[in-house]
């Protein structure tokens, strides 16, 4: 096989309820801090989802409150993912003014959020009249979804960068920024960019989205564990807890980092994708598709299973995807008996799931693994499922020297994409 230049993380952003850039996101994570708390949607006090994990606005809007960006009309998960673009671009030493002309970008992102009000507008004395929508249309949220389209994320970060290059947006549900990280090294891998910005934003935590979710039966109502509700792996696991959020990498060829001196994380070294074609809103039994995803990353990545160490779950803490993604790891590592030496971690446990988003942090705490050699833990993992008999790091931080490692997302649909990521040496 001819060689191929290395495609390399240069810089780091995150938003999420654990805080403002990857440092809180790192901390919180190590130390098994959880960002879930008690929410409802605004002005419906008996809805049956009762917790989940915001970004705190009133942070975010006092960091960049003052920037020009922030007075043009964008839903929450725009405004989350140029925080954190701007959070990695700074962590890579870099300006937007003097990034590379053969840069790009790729983010995954979900349903524009929906204001209910808006959808009043059409309401007339006999019932909906949506000729009155257009006559109120001055009346609209400019922050909905009815006036943001689902490129609005990817499309802003090039407006408000001034970037020209290639552009795309990812809306694969659960494994968008996944698919958006993967496809961003192959861009850079081919030769058509230096740099790319990848990543994720998503916002799901507004009345008619989660309304929708609910109705899949998807996230969690149970009371019973508080702010500990988020149990992958756990027995006692009923469902996933909603979140919103961001993460962005910096990729970069590895000639382009080293000329201009930038610090290298780690290495994206593979990408793999695999359809379950089994059902919208369950998984293979059997994690086929999951399977057939990792298989091609390790492949792409050029990496023997017995190479990798460690695997961040897509851990939801769903009845279903945590017994078929354990059986998926189980089959893809069963030469030696190799996945019982893997550590399993799910973040989503102290994240929560952002949807859309939901690989772009989890890819960073992959690539801070890594490089820092540190595991966080699963929390809430109290009572086992038989089922789910793999080594999730329970309870607390773990050090372990890892050469490469996995990060797994897998959505709705089936759409499944992993991560292969390689220390840097």
């Known amino acids: 096989m001819k060689n191929r230049e290395r495609v390399v993380v240069t810089g780091l952003g995150a938003v999420t ?35 989940a994990a915001p970004v705190d606005m009133a942070d975010l809007a006092q960091r960049y409150g003052q920037a020009a960006w922030w007075e043009a009309p964008m839903e929450k998960r725009t405004r989350f993912g140029l925080a954190a673009a701007l959070e990695a671009l700074a962590d890579a030493g870099l300006v937007p003014a003097e990034l590379p002309l053969r840069s790009g970008i790729a983010m995954g992102s979900g349903v524009p959020e929906r204001d209910p009000a808006d ?9 909906p009249d949506w000729r009155l929508l257009h006559q109120r249309a001055a009346e609209l949220n400019p922050n909905s979804g009815l006036l943001n389209s689902n490129d609005h994320l990817s499309m802003s970060l090039a407006q408000v960068l001034g970037i020209n290059g290639p552009n795309l947006n990812f809306s ?20 058509e960019c230096d740099l790319m910005i990848v990543g994720g934003a998503d916002s799901v935590l507004n009345l008619p989205t ?3 979710l609910h109705l899949l039966g998807a996230p969690s109502t149970a009371e019973r564990f508080g702010d500990r509700l988020c149990r992958p792996f756990d027995r006692d696991r009923s469902g996933f807890v909603a979140a919103e959020g961001a993460g962005v990498l910096i990729l970069e060829r590895e000639a382009h980092a080293q000329r201009r001196g930038a610090q290298i994380y780690a290495e994206i070294a593979g990408f793999g994708s695999g359809m379950d074609a089994y059902r919208i809103s369950a998984p293979h039994p059997e994690g086929l598709g999951a399977r057939l ?16 160490g460690h695997i961040n779950a897509h851990g939801t803490s769903t009845p279903l995807n945590d017994p078929a993604e354990t059986l998926a790891i189980s089959t893809t590592f069963a030469n030696g008996d ?6 399993v971690t799910a973040n989503k446990s102290m994240l929560g799931h952002l949807i859309a988003a939901a690989g772009a942090p989890e890819c960073i705490a992959t690539v801070l693994s ?39 997302s897998f959505g709705f649909g089936g759409l499944n994409a992993v991560i292969a990521v390689k220390a840097y040496d």
């Not at 809180?24 to 917790?51: E, T």
């Not at 190799?338 to 550590?343: D, E, G, I, N």
């Open 17 to 51: 309820g654990l805080g403002m850039g990857w440092k809180s996101l790192w901390s919180g994570l190590c130390n098994g801090h959880s960002a879930i708390r008690p929410w409802r949607p605004d002005g419906v006090d008996d809805f049956p989802v009762k917790y």
């Open 119 to 127: 959808m009043h507008l059409a309401l007339g004395p006999n019932g």
């Open 172 to 191: 694969t549900a659960c494994a968008g920024a996944t698919h958006a990280i993967g496809h961003g090294m192959r861009m850079i891998r081919r030769g």
């Open 210 to 212: 989660m309304i929708g």
């Open 293 to 308: 995803a990792m298989q091609r990353a390790l492949r792409d990545a050029r990496l023997d299973p017995a190479d990798v």
């Open 338 to 343: 190799h996945y019982r030496r893997l550590s």
């Open 370 to 408: 890594v490089a820092d050699g540190i595991v966080p833990p699963t929390l809430n993992l109290e009572n086992p499922d038989p089922s789910c008999y793999l080594d999730y790091v329970p309870g607390s931080a773990r050090r372990q020297a890892l050469r490469a490692a996995l990060s797994n």
